[in-house]
């Protein structure tokens, strides 16, 4: 294995530029064990699965491999590069740095009234030969693309929590970084390299959570459902518990046919139900959590 760089004390400072595939496995695992490439989870509360640490030293080694190809540094990649979907995104705040590297120039500013369906961001972008391509986004365009929430509040598995949104905590920004996505990938492709702005993307995987629909339909993709897996065995049984298994076990069914398709709706019914699920005997747990399985499906 190859030395990554030789480093000394003065001088000019460069980044370190692996050589090998070996060198950038080498420092996506010093990126891991540091803690500033993080594992995955998938999946709800209890039920969340963490990926396995190969996983995340390959796609940390992916996202390196992809800085380097447009220009940025592997411990800058690892920081402002993401993978979504399996597909590399750049933070907003990259998308500049990479343009202005190779010769754009940007210009950026808003119209309309503040908060307004006409409030509107503005993404000039000028190629190095000097062609100017403009592209906006507003708050109707966000509006009608359900991303637009002024609500203080949402509604979560049942429970009523503080609006957490991007959209709803910092407008502006996300209202301008779709303005200079829509104008890097129209003006700056051969720069970017296809790279697409984390920001949209993660608007996309929350509406969609799949990205390429299948190839046999033109129906939307059914979103990713929780690994919802076995409900723990109760030592002791609850006065909860309900005496007519078999007829717990149909409305259970009943309730799940229903919310078929809707992960957020089936994993509302595990927490409702799981109290209930920890004072059953264990083969009425395996029929249950067989149902939570087909709904699933």
């Known amino acids: 294995m190859t030395n990554i760089t030789t480093l000394r004390a003065g001088g000019a400072l460069s980044p370190i530029m692996p050589q090998t595939i ?61 993978m979504i979907n399996g597909r590399i995104t750049a933070h907003s705040e990259a998308v500049p740095g990479i343009l202005w590297a190779k010769g754009f120039k940007l210009r950026e500013w808003f119209t309309g009234t503040e908060m307004a369906d006409d409030w ?24 009608m693309a359900g991303l637009w929430d002024r609500s ?42 296809g790279i697409q702005i984390r920001e949209e993307a993660e608007d996309m995987d929350r509406e969609m959570r799949d990205v390429t629909p299948p190839v046999q339909s033109l129906a939307p993709p059914i979103p990713s459902i929780p690994d919802i897996g076995p409900p723990p065995v109760a030592e002791h049984e609850s006065q909860d518990a309900p005496t007519n298994m078999a007829g717990y076990l149909a409305d259970l069914e009943d309730a799940l046919l229903v919310a078929k398709g809707q992960p957020e709706l089936i994993a509302e019914i595990w927490e409702e139900h799981l109290a209930q699920l920890l004072s059953l005997d264990p083969a009425t747990q395996r029929a249950a959590a067989a149902l939570y399985r087909k709904a699933a499906e």
């Open 120 to 143: 509107t961001a503005h993404c000039e972008l000028t190629r190095p030969t000097g062609e100017k391509i403009e592209r906006t986004f507003s708050v109707l365009d966000a509006t």
């Open 22 to 82: 070996e060198d950038v496995y080498r420092l996506a695992t010093m990126a891991f064990k540091s803690g500033m490439l993080k594992p995955l989870k998938t999946g709800y509360g209890q039920a969340a699965v963490e990926e396995p640490a190969e996983s995340t030293l390959a796609r940390g080694t992916m996202i390196m491999m992809q800085g380097m190809e447009i220009g940025v540094p592997p411990m800058q990649s690892i920081q402002l590069l993401a």
């Open 152 to 193: 203080p509040t949402k509604e979560s598995y049942g429970k009523t929590k503080p609006n957490d949104s991007a959209w709803f905590r910092y407008p502006q920004r996300m209202l301008k970084a779709r303005a200079l996505g829509f104008a890097g990938k129209d003006g700056g492709a051969d720069a970017l390299k």
